[in-house]
T-cell receptor
């Protein structure tokens, strides 16, 4: 059973609008969450992270929100740009130092 | 600039062949990882290593083995390739105390016929 789920396999957004990518998790021991971005023919690259002691972390156009009670996090991209078109993976780790657990990924397409 | 390289971008092998996937990192990282990426399943950890000659099983180690004889190199071995091992294989590394911040190679797309 997947402990980290991204229920939308794909998302299409117009350039300049907001992209919202969602991620749900089931393991209450997860305390650190990350988003990775993957272009075709490249490995994933780290995008942004958030610790469970925070509910928001912002880096330029990218903001991650964490709702611990709902076991839900989201990545907001504002404004979306065509270069943001990629597959986005959310990942989680727990305070026992265990490995990252990844979601299934969401393919974002930003249309010019 | 950090770099993780993988020996092949594409591989085609036959069922029953022994397959070696090589990964090299130049960041002096202690941790190295092998994942496979399949549609809808995300990245699943096969094995990881936190030091030379040390290895730990990940979530899906069956059918795979690994070797880490040098700090910079981590090899994934498919002892007898099967068609269900057709996948994208990704190698990653991270510093010892920053396990969650992993740097990935470009991946090897393996097709087993």
């Amino acid at each position: 059973d997947q402990q980290v789920k991204q229920n939308s396999p794909s998302l299409s957004v117009q350039e300049g609008r907001i992209s919202i990518l969602n991620c749900d998790y089931t393991n209450s021991m997860f305390d650190y969450f990350l988003w990775y971005k993957k272009y075709p023919a490249e490995g994933p690259t780290f995008l942004i992270s958030i610790s469970s002691i925070k509910d928001k972390n912002e880096d330029g156009r990218f903001t991650v929100f964490l709702n611990k009670s709902a076991k839900h996090l989201s990545l907001h991209i504002v404004p979306s740009q065509p270069g943001d078109s990629a597959v986005y993976f959310c990942a989680a780790s727990d305070n026992a130092g265990n490995m990252l657990t990844f979601g299934g990924g969401t393919r974002l397409m930003v249309k010019p | 600039d950090v770099k993780v390289t993988q020996s092949s971008r594409y591989l085609v092998k036959r069922t029953g062949e022994k397959v070696f996937l090589e990964c090299v990192q130049d960041m002096d990282h202690e941790n190295m990882f092998w994942y496979r990426q399949d549609p809808g399943l995300g990245l699943r950890l096969i094995y990881f290593s936190y030091d030379v000659k040390m290895k730990e099983k990940g979530d899906i180690p069956e059918g795979y083995s690994v070797s880490r004889e040098k700090k910079e190199r981590f090899s994934l071995i498919l002892e007898s390739a099967s068609t269900n091992q057709t996948s994208m294989y990704l190698c990653a590394s991270s510093p010892l105390d920053r396990l969650e911040t992993q740097y990935f190679g470009p991946g090897t797309r393996l097709l087993v016929l």
